[in-house]
C-alpha cells in the first residue's frame, strides 16, 4: 500500500487543535485515530466530520449490529480495510458472530445463512446504495416496511456517511 498522501497531524503538537483533539476524544475512545489525524489538516473537516460520524455511530436508534453490518459491507465493497477492521470491534460488541464478520470480508459476497431478515435488508440496500447508489422503490418499499421513518433516514445516513469515510480513507491511502 502506498505512503498516506497528506501529512498526519500529531495530537497534542497545534495548540489551536488543542479543543477539537479534546472532543474527539471524548467521542471516540480517548484517542485520536489516525483517520482523524489526518482530517485535523482541516480543523473544520475534521469538527464537522466528528460531530456528523458521532450522531450516526453514537446517536442513531438503529440497532447496534445493523448499524456494523452496513458498515463493515460498504468498507469491504469500497476497498477500505482500515474502515473494515476498525470497525470488527465494534461488530464484535454488538453481538455479530465472528464467523458473519468473516463471511463479510469478500466483496464477491457472503453466507446469507448467517444473517436474520433485518440484517439481509441491511446488506441489501447498502449493497444497492454504495454499487449503484441508486436504490429501486421495490427496495425502499420493503424498507420502509420493516424500519420506522427515524430508522430508514438513520439507517441511509449511516451506509451514506460510511461510503464518505471509505472513499476518503481509499483516496488518501490511509490503510493502517
Same mark, same amino acid.
Given at each position: 500500500?502506498?505512503?498516506?498522501?497528506? &501529512?498526519?497531524?500529531?495530537? @497534542?503538537? !497545534?495548540? *489551536?487543535?488543542?479543543?477539537?483533539? +479534546?472532543?474527539?476524544?471524548?467521542?471516540? @475512545? @480517548?484517542?485520536? /485515530?489516525?483517520?482523524?489525524?489526518?482530517?485535523? $489538516?482541516?480543523? &473544520?473537516?475534521?469538527?464537522?466530520w466528528?460531530?456528523?460520524?458521532? #450522531?450516526? !455511530?453514537?446517536?442513531?436508534?438503529?440497532?447496534? =449490529?445493523?448499524?456494523?453490518?452496513?458498515?463493515?459491507?460498504?468498507?469491504?465493497? $469500497?476497498?477500505?480495510?482500515?474502515?473494515?477492521?476498525?470497525?470488527?470491534p465494534?461488530?464484535?460488541?454488538?453481538?455479530m458472530?465472528?464467523?458473519?464478520?468473516?463471511?463479510?470480508?469478500?466483496? =464477491?459476497?457472503? +453466507?446469507?445463512?448467517?444473517? $436474520? *431478515?433485518?440484517?439481509?435488508?441491511?446488506?441489501?440496500?447498502? =449493497?444497492k446504495?454504495?454499487? *449503484?447508489?441508486?436504490? &429501486? +422503490?421495490?427496495?425502499?418499499?420493503?424498507?420502509n416496511?420493516?424500519?420506522? &421513518?427515524?430508522?430508514?433516514?438513520?439507517?441511509?445516513?449511516?451506509?451514506? #456517511?460510511? $461510503?464518505?469515510? /471509505?472513499?476518503?480513507?481509499?483516496?488518501?491511502?490511509?490503510?493502517?
Amino acid at each position: 500500500m502506498s505512503q498516506i498522501r497528506v &501529512p498526519v497531524v500529531t495530537p @497534542g503538537t !497545534r495548540p *489551536e487543535l488543542a479543543e477539537l483533539e +479534546d472532543r474527539i476524544k471524548k467521542q471516540r @475512545g @480517548g484517542h485520536v /485515530s489516525l483517520l482523524y489525524q489526518v482530517l485535523l $489538516n482541516s480543523a &473544520p473537516i475534521a469538527s464537522g466530520w466528528e460531530q456528523m460520524l458521532s #450522531a450516526v !455511530r453514537n446517536h442513531s436508534s438503529i440497532p447496534a =449490529d445493523l448499524r456494523e453490518l452496513a458498515i463493515l459491507r460498504v468498507a469491504v465493497l $469500497n476497498q477500505a480495510t482500515y474502515e473494515f477492521e476498525a470497525h470488527v470491534p465494534h461488530a464484535l460488541s454488538a453481538g455479530m458472530g465472528e464467523h458473519a464478520i468473516e463471511s463479510l470480508r469478500t466483496a =464477491d459476497g457472503f +453466507d446469507a445463512t448467517l444473517f $436474520n *431478515e433485518n440484517q439481509a435488508l441491511v446488506l441489501e440496500l447498502t =449493497d444497492k446504495m454504495t454499487q *449503484e447508489v441508486a436504490v &429501486p +422503490d421495490a427496495l425502499m418499499a420493503r424498507v420502509n416496511a420493516r424500519f420506522n &421513518p427515524q430508522e430508514v433516514v438513520e439507517l441511509v445516513a449511516t451506509i451514506a #456517511a460510511y $461510503n464518505m469515510v /471509505s472513499r476518503f480513507l481509499v483516496a488518501l491511502a490511509i490503510a493502517h
